[in-house]
């Protein structure tokens, strides 16, 4: 019972409104997807995560909210996948739309790795942001007579060029804290990026959600696909977790332990509730129990969350 009630006070299944996203959290997001590309590319990470400041509005864009188009990159000629269209130096301008951020975040790499125009870019040094954002702003990435610096202040005030360093996202804490304090213990360090800790929730690798996060950030963190995290917490696409919720970054069990036979359930609680509460696979627990998917238990029936016979 310690552990359910545990459960009861981290897990929250509600859904949250749509808010705007800070920089920070912007930042906090994406710094993962950009540093893998900087890794495939040469592309500074800095310049990346500012670009896709900039040109998202940190993601609170329509661009960004409803095609994932985080670069404002228009369609040009050989664009063969979705398009929506926006007034922008004309109008009704054909962007392309994206089936995830990820995605956004690779074909920019793409698209400055395939064009001409941008090749000169390469020869630069890659951790050199400001040569990049004066060279991004000469080969015409966008009309702004003041775009290089824009991007060089987003890099500034946020720190950006630690992105460039070539370190994965832990060793960029550990770095971050040692230049404050180089003889700090490993165990006291606190970390800038808010990596979560992992812990076991019945047996079974989980973290617990913090205030803006997403799938998507939590997959990139732990290495996984989105569509993993989805698949193991069984939730739609799309969905957004709630501060204090156990999310599990590993595949839930067909049944729960032998400690826990069954679940009478209380008032308000869903088959996912039950599901996520025992760590049990959705699908199997609605099978064990003689129920279709999608349909919901009263409160005091009991669940069998192991077959009958244990």
Known sequence: MRYISLFTLLVLIT???????????????????AIEEMNRSGIPASITMAQGCLE????????????????????KKGWTGKKVYYDDDAKNECFRKYRTVED????????????????SLFELDPTDYKAWAKGLKK????????????????????????????MNYQELAVFEQQSVSPGISNSLMLNPYNTHKVVKFNDI??????????????????????????????QRAGYRPVPNEV??????????????????????????????????????LYKRNGMKAGQQPNAGQIIYLRNKRG
């Open 15 to 33: 859904v949250t409104a749509t808010a705007q996203i800070s920089r920070e959290e912007y930042i906090k997001r994406w710094q993962l997807i």
């Open 139 to 166: 080969a015409g990435y966008a009309t702004a007579h003041d775009y290089d610096k824009r991007l060089i202040k987003i890099i500034e005030e946020n720190k950006l060029h630690r992105l460039d360093k070539k």
């Open 104 to 119: 956004s975040y690779v074909d920019h790499t793409n698209f400055l790795m395939g064009n001409p125009r941008y090749a």
């Open 205 to 234: 690798k989980s973290v617990v959600a913090r205030k803006g996060d997403t799938y998507e950030m939590l997959a990139q963190e732990f290495g996984l696909s989105d569509w993993e995290l989805y698949k193991f917490n069984d």
């Open 247 to 284: 999310i599990y970054i590993q595949s839930k069990k067909g049944k729960a332990s032998k400690t826990n036979l069954t679940h009478r359930v209380q008032q308000g609680e869903s088959m996912h509730f039950i599901s996520q509460m025992y760590g049990v696979k959705l699908k199997p």
């Open 56 to 75: 998202s509005g940190n993601g609170n864009s329509e661009l960004s909210r409803k095609s994932n188009n985080h670069f404002g990159i228009k369609c």
